[in-house]
């Protein structure tokens, strides 16, 4: 009996131990008002994306929900809208008494009628050309593109990549070059790109960009491939817009308890699901680090650094390789069918 009970107290301890140290968000912060400003999620849907597109709205910003499905797209966008009793309108303000009792209350809340749902599948470069004309065409500005939307999957998409490198990196590539005049000339303004501390085992040969991952842990290696990638393209981004006012960021956001790894083998899954529940962030804490890096005040100096639980720290050797990051542009912009293009000039600052 002595034995068993220290036994589920050693579990209890080792339990905690884990719980803090995989999850340990970060606290609650303060955020400005972002009243004028407009914010792109893409991913936005669901999980960190739908967290961290709330937050924007209840700060006030306008918010284009960019995702695949059109049916989980629009219902996001119209929970994000809905303002529950008791919930202040506006941002920033003090919350109103709590509601009298049998007063009807809703799950979401901000009460901000500038949120809308746009179709975007980043499996699909003809997807994003599409989406970035009818964003250009519809909205005058654009202040945060949250480069958010990712999976870990295998097989190809229909242009002939492998599906993870492509949704991961090469459409949100290709969609960040079709929006940098629109980012440039509503300066100051920023692109937060969702990474992982998994870029640590990521590998990337510049002369297989794309291709799919073979082997025994493929979909791993093309999740921490791409995540390398993410980590490198906010290197590079930041350096070829050195004195626009547009600023980059690459965030680890935690492990995080989203949908992220349906994908994943059946064999794993009995590993991940439990994992997940009992120690991973929930999307909420996820959201902290892009939150802080898209609104923050005072990092444009940070510009291009690798950010988690809301601060700049070092990246893998291979995140700091510069030659590397300017392979994989010159890459990327083949495979989406870009020609070398030199960084926009700045501009007056607008709205």
Not at 119 to 146: G, K, M, T, Y
Not at 149 to 155: C, F
Not at 224 to 249: I, P, W
Not at 267 to 273: D, E, G, T, Y
């Amino acid at each position: 009996m002595c034995s068993a009970l220290l036994g589920a107290a050693l579990l209890l301890a080792l339990y905690t131990l884990l719980y803090h140290a995989l999850r340990r968000p970060a606290p609650p912060r303060a955020r400005p008002s972002l009243r004028g400003r407009t914010a792109i999620v893409t991913g936005g849907s669901g999980g960190i994306g739908a967290a961290t597109a709330r937050e924007l709205a209840r700060r006030g910003a306008r918010v284009v929900l960019a995702a695949r499905s059109a049916a989980r797209g629009e219902a996001a966008a119209s929970r994000i809208r809905t303002l529950r009793h008791g919930a202040s309108p506006h941002p920033g303000l003090d919350e109103p008494p709590s509601p009298a009792p049998g007063a009807v209350l809703y799950l979401q809340e901000t009460g901000n009628a500038e949120v809308r749902f746009m179709h975007l599948d980043l499996a699909s470069l003809r997807s994003v050309r599409a989406f970035a004309s009818a964003f250009l065409r519809e909205e005058p500005h654009l202040h945060l593109l949250i480069n958010n939307a990712g999976v870990s999957a295998g097989g190809q998409t229909e242009d002939g990549y492998g599906l993870t490198f492509q949704v991961n990196h090469l459409g949100h590539f290709l969609l960040t070059q079709l929006l940098l005049e629109r980012l440039q000339r509503s300066a100051p303004s920023r692109v937060v790109i969702v990474a992982s501390s998994a870029h640590c085992s990521g590998r990337l040969d510049p002369a297989a960009l794309g291709r799919p991952v073979r082997g025994a842990l493929q979909t791993f290696q093309a999740y921490c491939d791409s995540k390398l990638a993410n980590v490198l393209h906010a290197r590079e981004l930041a350096t070829r817009l050195q004195g626009t006012e547009v600023t980059c960021y690459a965030v680890h956001p935690g492990f995080v308890n989203t949908e992220i790894f349906r994908h994943a083998p059946l064999w794993l899954k009995p590993l991940l699901v439990p994992l997940a529940w009992l120690f991973f962030r929930d999307a909420a804490e996820g959201a902290e680090t892009p939150l802080y890096c898209a609104t923050q005040e005072g990092l444009e100096r940070f510009s291009g650094r690798y950010f988690a639980d809301c601060r700049p720290q070092e990246p893998w050797p291979r995140g700091r390789d510069d030659g590397l990051a300017r392979a994989l542009w010159e890459g990327s912009e083949r495979l989406v069918g870009l020609g070398p293009r030199r960084p926009p000039a700045p501009a007056a600052r607008g709205q």
